[in-house]
């Protein structure tokens, strides 16, 4: 493989010496960019755009092409290992997912099973196309959702306000939903060693909606599963340590929970004060976040100011990405974008000299 020539990132989650706060956005290729837009329109579907290998290289590309990120994030959905399950899954516009066979009786779910990865080759395939594309210049990120926040689009089939047939077999079936946590934990933990393999060179793991749950529910029903996928990972590849970041969306309240997971840093939505969270992990794991999306719609003033106060509180020292706290609304202008990556890097240096 070719030598890396920003591994900024990588040092940053491992909590290693950086000249300057790496940055990268959750959903960095997507909708804000007219050119990602045009390239969707191409492939006729957001379905067959993550299917083409040669258009999910080129949309991957797209926004490093125009911003100075520290990464590139695989172009996928966290959905591809329920439509590999035989969930049947589609897509309506305006709407979002639905599955056409959600897992809302017994013996369906008694029949799940871990799928066949040949079935997310396309996935795999991307991987080495960006990886080959990038040719060293930025770190390619993998993902997956996690076994918890794919269970709930799985029994929902599709997406919720409430949960509520997740919930109720939560309550009332709990055996149900363990086999299918169990399941999906399996599942991830090759995922996205078959995503390191490719040439992944980190991953996160997208628990959108931990947040749902009550604080027993958690350490019940998530926590658990994301210590699982993240002990059977392949943590080295290409003579290099492949760090592992988990993101739970309202999971501040468990960072130190988390923070024991064995995974290497923590993602951080825009409600968690970035001070109080290193004090509450040390150097247990490095923090990735944290800006409120919406902060991109306000002045250039306004957002450098949100900037410098991101950067203040968590301080000197290595060991925090600069991220958003959600993934980046489509409504974007991505001349602001462009804003924030250069203040980030700009105003960053002065917290990593001696």
Same mark, same amino acid.
């Given at each position: 493989?070719?030598?890396?020539?920003?591994?900024? !990132?990588?040092?940053?989650?491992?909590?290693?010496?950086?000249?300057?706060?790496?940055?990268?956005?959750?959903?960095?290729?997507?909708?804000?960019?007219?050119?990602?837009?045009?390239?969707?329109?191409?492939?006729?579907?957001?379905?067959?755009?993550?299917?083409?290998?040669?258009?999910?290289?080129?949309?991957? $590309?797209?926004?490093?092409?125009?911003?100075?990120?520290?990464?590139?994030?695989?172009?996928?959905?966290?959905?591809?290992?329920?439509?590999?399950?035989? $969930?049947?899954?589609?897509?309506?516009?305006?709407?979002?997912?639905?599955?056409?066979?959600?897992?809302?009786?017994?013996?369906?779910?008694?029949?799940?099973?871990?799928?066949?990865?040949?079935?997310?080759?396309?996935?795999?395939?991307?991987?080495?196309?960006?990886?080959?594309?990038?040719?060293?210049?930025?770190? *390619?990120?993998?993902?997956?959702?996690?076994?918890?926040?794919?269970?709930?689009?799985?029994?929902?089939?599709?997406?919720?306000?409430?949960?509520?047939?997740?919930?109720?077999?939560?309550?009332?079936?709990?055996?149900?939903?363990?086999?299918?946590?169990?399941?999906?934990?399996?599942?991830?933990?090759?995922?996205?060693?078959?995503?390191?393999?490719?040439?992944?060179?980190?991953?996160?793991?997208?628990?959108?909606?931990?947040?749902?749950?009550?604080?027993?529910?958690?350490?019940?029903?998530?926590?658990?599963?994301?210590?699982?996928?993240?002990?059977?990972?392949?943590?080295?590849?290409?003579?290099?340590?492949?760090?592992?970041?988990? !993101?739970?969306?309202?999971?501040?309240?468990?960072?130190?929970? *988390?923070?024991?997971?064995?995974?290497?840093?923590?993602?951080?939505?825009?409600?968690?004060?970035?001070?109080?969270?290193?004090?509450?992990?040390?150097?247990?794991?490095?923090?990735?976040?944290?800006?409120?999306? $919406?902060?991109? !719609?306000?002045?250039?003033?306004?957002?450098? *100011?949100?900037?410098?106060?991101?950067?203040?509180?968590?301080?000197?020292?290595?060991?925090?990405?600069?991220?958003?706290?959600?993934?980046?609304?489509?409504?974007?202008?991505?001349?602001?974008?462009?804003?924030?990556?250069?203040?980030?890097?700009?105003?960053?240096?002065?917290?990593?000299?001696?």
């Amino acid at each position: 493989m070719t030598v890396l020539k920003n591994d900024t !990132f990588l040092r940053a989650l491992l909590n290693q010496p950086v000249k300057y706060t790496p940055v990268w956005l959750m959903r960095q290729a997507g909708r804000y960019l007219p050119e990602y837009r045009a390239s969707r329109a191409k492939a006729g579907s957001f379905l067959d755009l993550c299917h083409n290998t040669d258009l999910a290289t080129e949309v991957t $590309l797209q926004p490093l092409d125009r911003f100075a990120l520290d990464a590139a994030i695989l172009f996928s959905d966290i959905l591809t290992i329920p439509d590999a399950m035989g $969930l049947g899954l589609h897509f309506v516009e305006g709407e979002g997912p639905r599955f056409e066979r959600p897992l809302q009786n017994e013996e369906d779910i008694n029949s799940l099973q871990v799928p066949d990865m040949s079935k997310l080759r396309y996935v795999f395939d991307a991987v080495t196309s960006i990886r080959r594309a990038l040719n060293g210049s930025v770190p *390619l990120i993998g993902f997956s959702g996690s076994p918890f926040t794919l269970a709930c689009y799985m029994v929902e089939g599709r997406g919720s306000r409430d949960f509520r047939h997740l919930k109720t077999m939560m309550y009332r079936r709990p055996d149900l939903l363990q086999r299918i946590l169990q399941i999906n934990a399996q599942t991830v933990t090759e995922y996205l060693n078959e995503q390191i393999a490719a040439g992944a060179q980190a991953v996160q793991i997208f628990d959108t909606w931990g947040g749902i749950l009550s604080d027993a529910a958690f350490k019940r029903y998530d926590l658990p599963y994301l210590q699982q996928v993240v002990s059977g990972l392949n943590r080295r590849a290409e003579n290099r340590q492949v760090p592992v970041v988990i !993101f739970t969306k309202g999971g501040g309240l468990w960072l130190e929970q *988390l923070a024991q997971s064995g995974a290497d840093a923590l993602g951080t939505d825009w409600t968690v004060n970035l001070q109080q969270a290193r004090q509450r992990v040390g150097t247990q794991v490095a923090l990735q976040g944290n800006l409120d999306p $919406l902060a991109l !719609f306000g002045s250039q003033d306004c957002l450098e *100011l949100e900037i410098k106060r991101l950067l203040a509180e968590y301080g000197h020292g290595s060991g925090h990405v600069f991220n958003l706290g959600h993934g980046i609304n489509q409504y974007t202008d991505p001349e602001q974008v462009a804003f924030m990556v250069e203040t980030v890097h700009r105003i960053s240096v002065r917290y990593h000299t001696d």
